[in-house]
Each structure stands twice: as C-alpha cells, then as structure tokens.
C-alpha cells in the first residue's frame, strides 16, 4: 500500500470538499436531526457524496465507513477508510464557522493515515504512521508548553449516544472544570486534534468517542509528539474495532499526562 499515494489523494479529496462546503454554507440548506440528538445538513450529504466517489474510484477494492452512509464494501478488507464529510454540523447550523472535514485510513483497524482539512481557514494537516505530521507551512511538532499557573486548557469530547445523566460522565467533566483553566467542548473534534497537534491547548480528554472521527485527528496528534492513552494508562491507538466503553482516552503532552491520568482516575 502506497500510503503518500492514499495521502495525496485524501488531501485533494478533503479540500475539494472543503470548497464545496464554503461555497455553499452562506447560503440556504436543510438541517434535520439524525440519532443521539445531532443533525445532518445537506452540506454533510453532499461533501460526503464528493469524497465518497473519489475515495471509491482510487481504491475500489477498500472499505468505507462514512458518517452519514454507514458502510460499503468489502466487510473482510484490510483496508478501511472513515469518513466525516462535515465535523461539526452543529456549530454550521446555528452560523459559527468552527468546522472540518476528516478523512483516516486504517490497516486491520489501526490508524495509518489521518487527514484534517479547515474549510474556513483553507487549511490541510495530515499524517502517515511513523513519518509524522504535516501542517500548511510544512512539518509539524507541537512545541513544548509550559505549565499554567492557572491549570491547562483542555478540549472535551464524547459519543452522541452519551447520556445527560451519564454518572462517569458527569463526575468526569465536574473533575475537570475544577483542575483546568478552561475546558473547551467544540462540537468539533477533529479541530480539537489539530488544536493539540499544533500547540493551542494543552490536552484532549474523549469518553466514549465516535469511531469516524478519532482515528484520523489522534493519529495527526501523535505523529506530532503528543501522547494518548486511556484511562487506565496505558497506550492508546486509536483502534477502530474497540467498543464505544473502551474509546476513552487522555491526550497531552508528557509533562501533563500523570497529571491528568490521575485526575481521570479519582473521578471515574
């Protein structure tokens, strides 16, 4: 597999769907609300079509899993690429221009290949496993951050099919308010990932994460030279074939990481 190839192809698939979603943001499109309480545009469907095409045309033998389609080809592919034509649909919908498009390629479930495309910004970050990250001025590697005498600024990610009542949950971000500076919740993850890859914030803590787009943002990240591991310490992937109970993750940078791992611990 000639990952650069897959690379070259993911970057112009993500940013012609990029156009095609400023393009058409100012104007008028339908929102509808889909399972777990978010919502799907015509924008999604649409990029989602343009990069669904490209992908299928230049790896026809590979599974995909896009947000909003679900699944086609191969269920025994080695393969697979994940698909989140519009990350943060939400935020679109109610005007605030905070949204990307996410694009990972995975070997038997491990992320191999990520790539994260700013719309807004007419931005591209990707990463190859084990050749690190590429930003829009070249490699990328999140610089040391000091410590914060007022606690780290963190972003917060969790699953649609995370409940308001969820005890862990809410023990969790309750624990977090406390120890951080700021606790930012996106509606976006993926521009979380790069926000971390690129030194913004200090850290990404996900309970229950959706698989589309972890993989491609987490792999930018660590390419970048952030840690990720789960709340039991130990190394986290990014693994597609986890279970939802199992894609919970703390992600930072060394210095932060017992920090934040015990933190998790005491709460959860």
Request: hydrophobic fraction near 45%; include cysteine; charged fraction near 25%.
């Amino acid at each position: 597999m000639d990952l650069e190839h897959a690379r070259r192809v993911a970057v112009e698939a993500a940013e012609a769907a990029g156009t095609l979603l400023r393009e058409r943001a100012s104007g008028t499109f339908a929102i509808r609300a889909k399972n777990g309480g978010d919502l799907v545009t015509d924008l999604d469907v649409a990029a989602e079509k343009l990069l669904l095409e490209r992908i299928q045309a230049a790896f026809p033998a590979h599974r995909v899993v896009a947000e909003e389609s679900g699944a086609s080809g191969d269920a025994g592919a080695d393969w697979t690429w994940f698909v989140d034509p519009l990350d943060g649909t939400n935020n679109l919908a109610i005007g605030l221009p905070l949204y990307v498009v996410g694009l990972a390629l995975c070997h038997q479930g491990l992320p191999r290949l990520g790539v994260v495309h700013d719309p807004v910004g007419g931005q591209t970050w990707s990463a190859v496993r084990g050749q690190g990250a590429l930003g829009p001025r070249g490699p990328v590697r999140r610089p040391q951050r000091p410590a914060g005498t007022h606690g780290p600024v963190l972003a917060w990610t969790q699953g649609h099919e995370v409940v308001r009542d969820d005890p862990a949950m809410r023990s969790l971000k309750a624990a977090l308010d406390l120890r951080a500076r700021r606790v930012l919740q996106l509606w976006a993850p993926l521009l979380g990932w790069v926000m971390l890859a690129r030194g913004d914030i200090d850290a990404v803590v996900g309970y229950r994460a959706e698989a589309v787009d972890l993989p491609g943002g987490l792999l930018i990240a660590q390419e970048a030279g952030l840690c990720v591991r789960g709340f039991d310490g130990r190394p986290f992937d990014g693994r597609t074939d986890l279970p939802a109970h199992r894609r919970n993750f703390v992600a930072a940078g060394p210095e932060l990481m017992d920090d934040l791992l015990e933190l998790v611990s005491a709460a959860t």
